[in-house]
């Protein structure tokens, strides 16, 4: 009930293609779901995040769409750039407050191609 | 860069030792996040600090043991290593409350021969 399923494993996108990534949880209890971009050699870093009480949330080419009745949630990526090839976490968080611990997916190596 | 510092980059080390990992979170958060990440388990929640004291625990081995200092940085020590130990490892801080944004620090990567 802990866990959140992340797929594809790796993806592979033409350079102005759309990238989309796809996570589901079980634990209706998650708050927040957040999603992280991590280039190697570099700790996680924060690209956008969601509470599940709005559909969709979109920051310049990177939108998160949630669906709270199937409890999934994606990463869209549009115009997908050489630059954005990076491994992407989804993650949620448990029990918010002042216990924020994230759960994370298993992670999506993305390949934009040139 | 996210605010968060963490020492050292490197760390390589036998079987058997101990060694400790330092960060120090970005000015004005009290909280403190430890995670493992190896390549078969993931990224992993390991404990959580909010102004020196443990607020949460995951799957943290009893080898381990971490701290949040009076001035809010934090170690994680590592006792009696393992092969198996080998992994980065993240700290990441958040102010807490309804947000909670965590941001990672660039990691220590922890190599047992």
């Known amino acids: 009930q802990q866990q959140v399923k992340q797929s594809p494993q790796s993806l592979i996108v033409q350079k102005g293609g759309i990238s989309i990534i796809n996570c589901a949880y079980e634990n209706t209890a998650f708050d927040y779901f957040p999603w992280y971009q991590q280039f190697p050699g570099k700790g996680p870093a924060l690209l956008i995040a969601?509470?599940?009480?709005?559909s969709e949330k979109k920051e310049g080419r990177f939108t998160i769409s949630f669906n709270k009745s199937a409890k999934q949630f994606s990463l869209h990526i549009m115009d997908s750039q050489p630059g954005d090839s990076a491994t992407y976490f989804c993650?949620?968080?448990?029990?918010?407050?002042?216990?924020?611990?994230?759960?994370f997916g298993t992670g999506t190596l993305l390949a934009v191609q040139p | 860069d996210s605010g968060v510092t963490q020492t050292p980059k490197h760390l390589i080390t036998a079987t058997g030792q101990r060694v400790t990992l330092r960060c120090s979170p970005r000015s004005g958060d009290l909280s403190v996040y430890w995670y493992q990440q190896s390549l078969d388990q993931g990224l992993q929640f390991l404990i959580q600090y909010y102004n020196g004291e443990e607020r949460a625990k995951g799957n943290i081995l009893e080898r381990f043991s971490a701290q949040q200092f009076p001035d809010l940085h934090s170690e994680l020590n590592l006792s009696s290593l393992e092969l198996g130990d080998s992994a980065l490892y993240f700290c990441?801080?958040?102010?807490?409350?309804?947000?909670?944004?965590?941001?990672f620090g660039p990691g220590t990567r922890l190599t047992v021969t």
């Open positions: 993650a949620a968080r448990g029990y918010g407050g002042a216990t924020n611990k994230l759960i």
């Open positions: 969601i509470r599940p009480d709005v």
């Open positions: 990441a801080s958040s102010v807490v409350g309804e947000l909670g944004e965590q941001y």
